[in-house]
């Protein structure tokens, strides 16, 4: 029985992801998808509505679970009993963090990462980019599972609602 994790922050999950999942399904026995903490980032996303978007978003792929960690992923990996990481790469500029990674995880658990190339036509898809578009009103449902964009722009309305009002108007929108 080979078991792999598909780790993230999935702030939020995208198409690409979902890619990424599918293909490892298609590799190992069982997947677990790890929802968790980049320590790096400050998670537009409550933990609670990543990982439910998450499961809704792999729900028809057998063999895949969802289980929320905020951990260290090392310490995930061996308590799921995990041989490999599996990663999608979508060009160069993911190689020098996810190596990185890669190399870390090893170091810390013995784990391989496996890399994939995802799906070349979701390519320019990243949560960040997604993010970015909704924050100014552009269209992202085609990048990112159902129910995901709503959510998004419903956490992108909170914050603005919640941003100190100065006067220069919420988060100096120069009103
Ligand atoms: O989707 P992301 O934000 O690129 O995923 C990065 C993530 C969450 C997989 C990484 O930050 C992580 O593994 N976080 C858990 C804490 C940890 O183990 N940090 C050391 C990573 S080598």
């Known amino acids: 029985m080979s078991l792999a994790v598909c780790p993230g922050s999935f702030d939020p999950v995208t198409l690409g992801h979902v890619d990424v999942v599918r293909r490892a399904a298609g590799m190992f026995d069982e997947v677990v998808v790890a929802v968790a903490h980049n320590s790096a980032k400050s998670p537009l996303l409550t933990a609670d509505v990543r990982m439910r978007l998450v499961r809704d978003a792999v729900a028809g792929i057998p063999g895949v679970r969802v289980v929320a960690t905020d951990g260290l992923l090392a310490d995930f990996l061996r308590q799921v009993g995990a041989v490999a990481v599996v990663k999608g790469l979508r060009g160069a500029a993911d190689v020098d963090a996810e190596v990185a990674m890669a190399l ?65 108007g919420p988060e100096g929108s120069g009103r």
Do not use: C, Q, W, Y
């Not at 496996?114 to 979701?122: C, K, R, T």
């Not at 909704?134 to 269209?139: K, N, Q």
């Open 104 to 168: 870390m995880n090893r170091h810390l658990s013995g784990v391989e990462t496996v890399f994939v190339a995802g799906d070349s036509a979701l390519a320019h898809i990243a949560s960040s980019l997604v993010k970015d578009v909704a924050r100014h009103g552009g269209p992202i449902d085609d990048l990112v599972p159902a129910g995901v964009g709503d959510a998004v722009r419903a956490a992108l309305r909170a914050r603005v609602d919640a941003a100190p009002v100065t006067e220069a």
